[in-house]
């Protein structure tokens, strides 16, 4: 899943005292965050391999320290730590860190077997990749309902904070369309292209920034508006 993982972020940022969406839209991608910069140092791997699922041909064979659920927790609770640092409330550092880890729940519904409990077989994944007519509207209504949640409970105090809404749909929509229908190798690729990190990690900052800009420019609406 890509998108659908800032479902969580949109509703934990509608939340009092929560951090600010930019930094929920960091929370809930990190573990991938960690993933791309582990890819480009070696740390992690995986190749393309067409067929590995329907929807999805990345075969993420190895990444013990980002995708095993005990790796989850562990940046789960460092990113709470972090902002418990600088904002020394409990509230926030606890809805970020349920943001990080609910990234990997929602892997666990649509990834191959290829999550694992402490970085070692048995292998997990409920594979919805496997089945695009369930994956795909499940992935658009976590995405753009909780997006919808979130405006619904904010109020724009500036023209960036409605324009900002439509450029974040936008992205989200874009990217998650070149995710889905973009070229698909013919045969295994191992490793990867040398773009497979960088670009992944751009896509995710990409939207972070301009859920940060949507967000300054919006407020928690008040009781009764």
């Known amino acids: 899943m890509f998108i659908g993982h800032y479902g969580a972020a949109f509703v934990a940022a509608a939340r009092p005292k929560a951090p600010r969406l930019g930094t929920l839209f960091i929370a809930a991608q990190l573990i991938d965050f960690g993933f791309f910069a582990f890819l480009?140092?070696?740390i992690e791997h995986m190749r393309l391999v067409p067929g590995t699922t329907a929807m999805n041909p990345m075969d993420l064979y190895f990444m013990p320290w980002t995708h095993s659920m005990v790796g989850a927790l562990a940046w789960s609770l460092a990113f709470a730590a972090l902002i418990w640092s600088i904002t020394r409330n409990r509230s926030a550092a606890l809805l970020a860190g349920a943001v990080v880890f609910s990234h990997w729940l929602v892997d666990l519904i649509v990834h191959a077997p290829d999550l694992t409990l402490m970085g070692a077989p048995p292998k997990l994944g409920l594979a919805l990749w496997n089945y695009p007519l369930?994956?795909?509207?499940?992935?658009?209504?976590?995405?753009?309902g909780g997006l919808h949640w979130y405006l619904s409970r904010t109020d724009a105090i500036a023209p960036g904070g409605r324009w900002g809404a439509w450029a974040l749909a936008l992205a989200m929509a874009g990217l998650q369309a070149f995710n889905w229908f973009g070229p698909v190798p013919s045969g295994i690729v191992d490793?990867?292209?040398?773009?497979?990190?960088?670009l992944g990690l751009f896509a995710y900052t990409l939207l972070a920034l301009i859920a940060w800009w949507m967000a300054r420019n919006r407020e928690p609406r008040l009781s009764g508006r």
């Open 191 to 198: 490793p990867p292209p040398a773009s497979t990190g960088p």
């Open 134 to 144: 369930i994956e795909i509207p499940l992935e658009l209504f976590f995405a753009f």
């Open 40 to 42: 480009i140092l070696g």
